[in-house]
């Protein structure tokens, strides 16, 4: 045992710290293949106060702090690979105030994001990001989270307006205002958005919110080729079609599903829609998108506004990861996710799925191709040596793939451990700009150590 | 005369350094009230390895660097007020690639947006940010300038992908890539946009830029008293209406307009609306907006669809500024900028106007009012000191109750020298936070002296 645990629970609450083997593998892991690794010690802060004082006790001795919300992450990015301690958040779990006429709502970190909707929904508004996992809001803002919805409200980072952060030292500090917009000194919203626990731990998030569109249309329209798929999301966008959600899911991967979930669906290219407006708006945005695929080749166009028709509708994409997770019994998830510049899409999931073809193992690919972001989902028996391997080739072609092309070698997931040693080569110099920010931030380098940034030593 | 003018000529050219009066006046002051400084020397540079060569050699002699675009700045923020040198931008003013595939495009910072929109246009596209002022691109990056089309499209901020930044040292650093999105290390776009020359020189953007909307209608309405127009906008936003602008101007700023302009605009408190999207879609917008204005008793309504029609139907809104100025010869602008929670700005617009009202000065008020900014525009005699106070005084009166409510003391147009003294009550110590990323970033202080931060010795 650590010998601080007595300290930590002087600072706290004897019941909030805890060294219980359950709960260390609780948070000694992600959602990911990533290795785990025990915490020293969990504690359970109740207030930002707690916080304060225990970032203050840490600093002074030394001792890691992880960040730890849900641990749905799937990067290593809450993963304490130097011990120390996992901050769970989840006990400050209260939305505490919608601002409803202001669109605006304060939440705790540990507020998950359907808990936040539920609450949301009686004012007629909802919290735009829906990265698939029901994560906590402030797992999210630190990692950047984004998912189906970006095309259209946009990521994480766009959606907070202030932050309530402790700073490495105690300090607690707010990076924002209500608001909306301003030009008033640096940028700190967006800065500690996607910091992943590296600069500092958030205790309060004051976030954006929306009014829930009168109407919503879901369509699935399958391709022959990936190319003609991607090249109808240009041609839909192009026309400045106000589109919500524009998923693919590439022929291999439909076929997947069928087999994991004995369904029938059409084994092709297949974009998943959804559109929001007013009823005779989306009617014409919805004729206007029909005429759009047709061009491009679509053989096969189904919509729906019914909310149970419109579930069934997207199953295939919404499903996926979940088919592949639960058909794989003892088998991990590695995700990898890149970004690249829309015109690139294409040339790009071809390119990946020709190298998954060749590879020993079996891929998905699924994309927010609005954005020109993708993933592909491996599902590893990590003691299999040679399907690690071959998966960790693929990851590393696929990145390698995306920066040649001026992407980036994470569109949603964040650094964590996964995808460090891309840093360098990603940021070029910007990287040093980066890590001075770090060491300014956190000089003796207890928050979250080892993420985002290669130790000095590796 | 400086001694290192000849350094400079030979690290530039003979023609592109100069010392001449008149070219030292231009770049001695911006389009506010703030007292001019003129620089020591004006550098024109034309590629980034002169910038690079520049800032090394100034950084190493401890010289001031200010960047300049076309000097249309309100807050003092590209007057050289330490001297050195003024490093003007506008030969660098190519629009370097049009990537229309990814919605992007890459210029120089030099380029305008009216001139970067010329150009999009032949592709169907055009950039959003619209401050009124034909600034360069650099400058409103510099500043995170936003305006009429923030409501919709969003800041200047949200535009940026990627800069190419020349640091203090000379060395070059991209911010950013490509990608639509990314979660890759720490967000330096967001820091560096708005930063306003004191963390580095920019000399290369890349930019989002949107299909032009099949469709744009405009509106006007006019209400018996300010709150009921504020009340409009929020049903409006709340009700999910996409609208792409929407502009408050107070009854007494509309007689100022019909007075400068000899008008006979109805003297209400009147918004301006516009809305993009399919005609069938706003067709319904439109009537839904309709609705919901006479809810909140609006009187006078009209709306246009053709270009002509629609710019008459917004002339009492354009022309306000430039009413002002071209009406008070020898008279200067002082142009204060708050931003409030949304619901908090009728309240704000009105406490405004009563002060104004019991002051010796006549202001015009302007809102931004689907973000919740506002400005107030004071035309002064420099020359009377007491109207200048009376200015002064109301500005930190309307910069006192914005932050009051939570709001920020600028939501565009920047710090700069008028809105320093409010950075530390506005951010608390984060503004220490922001000090140690300048002092990191700049150590020797050579990047934009005196802006956005005070001064050690003020």
Chains 1, 2 share one sequence.
Request: hydrophobic fraction near 40%; include cysteine.
């Amino acid at each position: 045992m650590v010998d601080y645990v007595k300290e930590l629970k002087s600072l706290l609450a004897e019941d909030r710290v805890t060294i219980n083997q359950t709960i260390l593998e609780q948070h000694s892991r992600d959602e990911s293949y990533h290795t785990p690794r025990l915490p020293d010690v969990v504690a359970f802060p109740e207030n930002k106060e707690e916080v304060s004082a225990l970032l203050k006790f840490a600093n002074e001795q030394e001792i890691p702090v992880v960040p730890f919300g849900l641990g749905t992450s799937l990067e290593g990015n809450a993963i304490p690979y130097s011990g120390g301690i996992s901050l769970d958040m989840s006990l400050m779990n209260k939305v505490i105030e919608v601002r409803e006429k202001d669109f605006l709502v304060k939440v705790q970190p540990g507020v998950t994001r359907t808990q936040l909707n539920k609450t949301l929904k009686q004012y007629g508004l909802f919290f735009s990001v829906d990265p698939g996992a029901d994560a906590t809001l402030g797992g999210m803002a630190a990692t950047n989270a984004s998912g189906t919805t970006a095309v259209r409200y946009g990521i994480m980072r766009d959606q907070v307006r202030d932050l309530e952060v402790v700073l490495a030292n105690g300090e607690i500090i707010h990076t924002g205002s209500l608001a909306t917009k301003s030009s008033s000194g640096l940028h700190l919203n967006g800065l500690f958005v996607g910091s992943e626990g590296t600069l500092g731990v958030f205790t309060e998030l004051i976030l954006k919110v929306y009014g829930i569109p009168e109407e919503i249309v879901a369509g699935r329209a399958s391709f022959p080729t990936v190319q003609q798929a991607v090249s109808a999301v240009n041609g839909i966008m192009s026309a400045g079609i106000p589109i919500a959600r524009i998923e693919l899911v590439d022929a291999r991967s439909i076929t997947q599903v069928n087999t994991y979930m004995n369904k029938s669906y059409e084994e092709k290219p297949t974009l998943f829609l959804e559109f929001h407006g007013n009823a005779a708006g989306l009617a014409q945005d919805v004729e206007f998108a029909k005429d759009i695929v047709r061009d491009f080749g679509c053989e096969n166009i189904t919509f729906e506004t019914d909310s149970i028709a419109r579930n069934e509708l997207w199953e295939a994409r919404h499903k996926l990861a979940y088919a592949l997770i639960h058909s794989s019994p003892g088998k991990k998830l590695m995700s990898t996710d890149v970004s690249v510049p829309l015109h690139e899409l294409s040339e790009a999931i071809l390119n990946t799925r020709e190298k998954i073809d060749l590879s020993k193992v079996e891929g998905a690919i699924a994309g927010h191709v609005g954005d020109g972001n993708y993933h592909v989902l491996f599902m590893l028996d990590l003691t299999d040596p040679i399907e690690v391997a071959e998966a960790m080739r693929l990851n590393a072609e696929i990145v390698d793939y995306a920066l040649s092309r001026g992407g980036t070698c994470t569109g949603e997931h964040g650094v964590g451990i996964g995808k460090r040693i891309y840093q360098r080569r990603e940021h070029g110099n910007a990287y040093d700009v980066m890590v001075s920010i770090k060491q300014v931030l956190d000089p003796k380098g207890i928050l979250n150590p080892g993420k985002i940034f290669l130790d000095e030593t590796e």
